[in-house]
């Protein structure tokens, strides 16, 4: 016997007439953290770059991205159409400071309308049938979020040239699976073949954004905005499931905070304050026993990403303004000034004054738009600062959540989440991994205790057993809670006997790393 079981007694739970064990219902499912998508700011040379809508014969490509700032490593050192294409077209370029703003609304509104249209056709497949009700058509909108996610494709904000080359080969009959799946959870029978019918119409409506260059305001321009250097939100996929094979398991609420945590005890209050990012609630409906569900959560920042083109908005139209007020340039053309080598006539005395008069109009000239731009130029230095601070703040940093199950506005705290970048280069971070924390763990609501089985492999292997079970790849860091049994009965995971005896011992915490 473990020292901290020489005390403790043995109480079998029982089976039932089946062989399994006779356990306490699950009230929530469990849920974990399968994927981080860390936040992206714009890239310092966003407004250089855009991605051709249509083609330009002898010049682009419909796709392709151009430069417009001169030569650009990133494009092989080819100069950008300022140089070489008509200065028309070039204006195109103009439209990128308020396009790029409304570029988040815009694809995240375009991506609701064409999942529900998806969805839509699961409905109208089930007719007759079981039907697809609110919580199936949670299921299957979460699941094609999850599976995009997965592609590499940002369900929050899509490029849809992207999203149609996601679902090209495979990725149809992945994003059907994943839906048929997801409505098992709610218990509908999803045909296969509805499931992949709602994904080839996702991917139709997807083309046809595509095609118009995006939803929304873009449409006939001959440019967009690079979305690859666009902002892009701090993104989390989980996965829920029901380990409970004969009931399921109750509706609840996935919060996620980053913040303080105010409060004690199994239930507390959790309130998001002096963090990075808002608060996020996603409801998850009753699973049915042995199913699951993935969904993404994008989590908003507080500060907005999207500052900065608001004043350097500003600062165009104070540019705009200020030029207009001043009216035309008064000072004509340049005349030639005499070298101070010819020897000085009445015709180099002529053409020195007429230069001279021009000069002093054109100083006058220059000081006089200097004090009207003033304010341009104060807009974008602080257009600048604003971006700059945003990136500092939100790139490639590590970020703590919380991860409760929530009634109201009480939460049930699951784990601690330290979320960290994983690849990293200058002014991104594509993906990155999430540690979780485990306070008291407990499973199938009981306190996990120290040892898999009775007074048998203790320590790391039941800290390995409880973090796989919570679908993660296995444990870290741990710390013990010594001699709780008396007032918090201990769990062993293999052979499923209670210790509630003082010197019962459990995990204060575990790590569990995916």
Known sequence: MQPGREAGSLQGLGRAAAGRPTLRQLATASVRVVAYQPARGYADDFLCWGVATMDFKGWFTKGQKVYQCGKSSDSGGAWGFVEGFASGVAGAFGDLVSMGRGLVNQASAGFASIKSAAVGVVVDGMKGTVGCGAECQWAVGAAVDAGLASMGVPPSLPDFDQLVAALEGQGVDALADAAVKAAASQGVPLPKEVARQAILKLKAEAQRMAASGGPGGVGEQPFKPDPDRAYRPAALTFEAWNADGEKPSAPTTVRILNGKVVGGGSQHALVSGGGLFQTANVPLPSLRPFTSVRFVVTVEPMRDPHEWLALMDQANRQLADAFSSMGGYPCGFQPLQPPPTLKETAVTKEAQKRYDDWKACDDAYRVKSALKTWGYQSLLAKAGDSRKAWSATYTNQAVDFDLALASGDHATPIAALDCRPRKLRPGTASEGTCVATFTEPAWLGRRVDYCLSWARDC?????????????????????????????????????LKTCDQAGCSGFARINCIP
């Open 459 to 495: 320590g790391m292997p039941a800290a390995q057993v409880f973090c796989k079970r919570m679908g993660y790849f296995g444990a870290g860091a741990f710390e013990v809670a010594p001699t709780i049994g008396a007032e918090t009965p201990t769990f062993t995971m293999a052979d």
